[in-house]
């Protein structure tokens, strides 16, 4: 059976193409240490896992969203409570650390943001060779200034947030949506994205042949292709 010939390649931003140092789960898990909250490396993927799971538009945060619509710390706090449980914190104790680890967090978690090296590279080839290119975010607010601040934005054909069109991954509005902006069928589409809840979820359901951008090895069981670096593209397209 001959696949289609893929068309365009759809990228998530954050944690796909757009990356921070330190990440934010570094910090946090350094902090937890520092308190003597103890734990394995298990317990760290799981929480990992966790926060990917979360912020794919999941029933917790729509919940924690409502609650905590004017309240950005009291978010914040719940956050830090939610992800310790996640860790493997019994509830009572999570509760009583959240608030100082949520200061903690906002205090000193002040990464740098930097692109892997090969991307320019990379995307540069995939325009020459003629792909539609797309950014689909789950941001609230476009980022069309933040591309151009990345030195991304000629790359790209569209880029698209979910805020935009009120649908956030994995929900197949948000696909059918950047499908139109890009022109092609999903069967002509590749999806790539760090986030497996959101990214592979909701790609696959769309249609869009997902690809798993996992540098780190989080997901190592996914019945989907996985890349570990851009530079696989270009192979893996041919």
């Not at 929900?171 to 590749?190: C, K, N, P, V």
């Amino acid at each position: 059976m001959t696949r289609t010939k893929i068309k365009a390649i759809l990228f998530d931003l954050d944690g796909t193409l757009r990356h921070h140092i330190p990440t934010g789960d570094e910090v946090f898990m350094e902090y937890l240490k520092s308190i003597g909250v103890k734990y394995s490396e298990e317990d760290k993927i799981r929480a990992v896992h966790w926060e990917h799971y979360y912020f794919a538009s999941s029933p917790e945060i729509k919940e924690d969203g409502k609650i905590f619509k004017d309240d950005s710390k009291g978010f914040w706090v719940n956050y830090s409570k939610r992800r310790m449980v996640a860790v493997g914190l019994p509830e009572a104790r999570a509760v009583e650390l959240a608030s100082a680890v949520s200061d903690h967090m906002g205090k000193n978690y002040k990464p740098e943001v930097y692109i892997p090296e090969e991307v320019p590279f990379v995307l540069a080839g995939l325009k020459e060779a003629g792909y539609v290119l797309g950014v689909v975010t789950n941001r609230e607010d476009p980022v069309h200034d933040e591309l151009k601040n990345l030195n991304l934005d000629s790359f790209f054909n569209f880029s698209l947030a979910g805020g935009e069109v009120g649908s956030f991954k994995p929900e197949l509005r948000i696909f059918e949506q950047a499908l139109e902006r890009a022109g092609t069928s999903a069967a002509e589409t590749m999806y790539i994205g760090d986030n497996y809840f959101a990214d592979i979820i909701g790609s696959l359901r769309a249609g869009l042949r997902p690809v798993l951008y996992d540098p780190s090895h989080l997901f190592p069981d996914v019945e989907c292709t996985v890349i570990r670096s851009f530079d696989e593209l270009p192979d893996l397209l041919n």
